[in-house]
C-alpha cells in the first residue's frame, strides 16, 4: 500500500520560501507522476502542479513564476518550493501520486501558516 | 484554464435517498474527469476516475456518467459515511483545475 508523508515547516515568514517534502513508502516514486494540491482554511482544492520521477514538470500558470517541484529517486522523496510567499499562500498542502486520470494516493496535508 | 462549475454547492438528504451531484466542465474534456470524496480534516479520497470507473475499493453505490462537458456522481443510497465534501476534478489539460466542492449534509 502507497503511502506519501509531508514534512516542512508549518510557519513562514511573508515574502520567504516555503518548503515541502514528500516522502513515499510502499512503493517506488520512480513511476507515475507526484502532485502537489493546496486547500486554503475553509476552501476547495487547487492544483499547484506535478513532477514526472524523470524530473519533468508541469505547473500551474498561476504559480509557475514562483513554484519548483523536484524530485529525488534516491530518497524516494519529491518537494515543492513556492518563493515570495504572501497570506494568500496559507493552506493545507497535500501531496499525491498522479496517474493521466486522477489523484489516487493522498498524503495526510500539512497546514502552512504565511505569518510574521 | 477550463473552469469546473459544481451543483448543487450544498444539498441536505437522508441516509437511503438517492442523490446527484452535477460537475460542468467549460469546454470538452472527453472522459478525463475524476470524483473525490473529503471529510473534515481528512485528505480527499478519490472514489471515480475517468468519469465512470469506480477505483477500488469504493462501494458500488458510488457511480459516475458523463462525457464532453456534463458528468455527474450518483450515491444511490446515501449511507451515514457519505456526508462530506465531494469534488470534480479534470484531467484533459493543465491546470487540473478542480471544481468548487458540493457539501453533502444531513437532513
Known amino acids: 500500500q502507497v503511502q506519501l508523508q509531508e514534512s516542512g515547516p508549518g510557519l513562514v515568514k511573508p515574502s520567504e520560501t516555503l518548503s515541502l517534502t514528500c516522502t513515499v513508502s510502499?512503493?517506488?516514486?520512480?513511476?507515475?507522476?507526484w502532485s502537489w494540491i493546496r486547500q486554503p482554511p475553509g476552501e476547495g482544492l487547487e492544483w499547484i502542479g506535478y513532477?514526472?520521477?524523470?524530473?519533468?514538470?508541469n505547473y500551474n500558470p498561476s504559480l509557475k513564476s514562483r513554484v519548483t517541484i523536484s524530485v529525488d529517486t534516491s530518497k524516494n522523496q519529491f518537494s515543492l518550493k513556492l518563493g515570495s510567499v504572501t497570506a494568500a499562500d496559507t493552506a493545507v498542502y497535500y501531496c499525491?501520486?498522479?496517474?493521466?486520470?486522477?489523484?489516487?494516493?493522498w498524503g495526510q496535508g500539512t497546514l502552512v501558516t504565511v505569518s510574521s | 484554464d477550463i473552469q469546473m462549475t459544481q451543483s448543487p454547492s450544498s444539498v441536505s438528504a437522508s441516509v437511503g435517498d438517492r442523490v446527484t451531484i452535477t460537475c460542468r466542465a467549460s469546454?470538452?474534456?472527453?472522459?478525463?474527469l475524476a470524483w473525490y470524496q473529503q471529510k473534515p480534516g481528512k485528505a480527499p479520497k478519490l472514489l471515480i476516475y475517468?468519469?465512470?470507473t469506480l477505483q477500488s475499493g469504493v462501494p458500488s453505490r458510488f457511480s459516475g456518467s458523463g462525457s464532453g462537458t456534463d458528468f455527474t456522481l450518483t450515491i444511490s443510497s446515501l449511507q451515514p459515511e457519505d456526508f462530506a465534501t465531494y469534488y470534480c476534478?479534470?484531467?484533459?489539460?493543465?491546470?487540473?483545475?478542480f471544481g468548487q466542492g458540493t457539501k453533502l449534509e444531513i437532513k
Open positions: 499525491a501520486r498522479a496517474t493521466h486520470y486522477a489523484n489516487d494516493y
Open positions: 510502499g512503493g517506488s516514486i520512480s513511476t507515475y507522476y
Open positions: 513532477v514526472y520521477y524523470s524530473g519533468s514538470t
Open positions: 469546454q470538452g474534456i472527453s472522459s478525463w
Open positions: 475517468a468519469a465512470s
Open positions: 476534478q479534470q484531467t484533459n489539460s493543465f491546470p487540473h483545475t
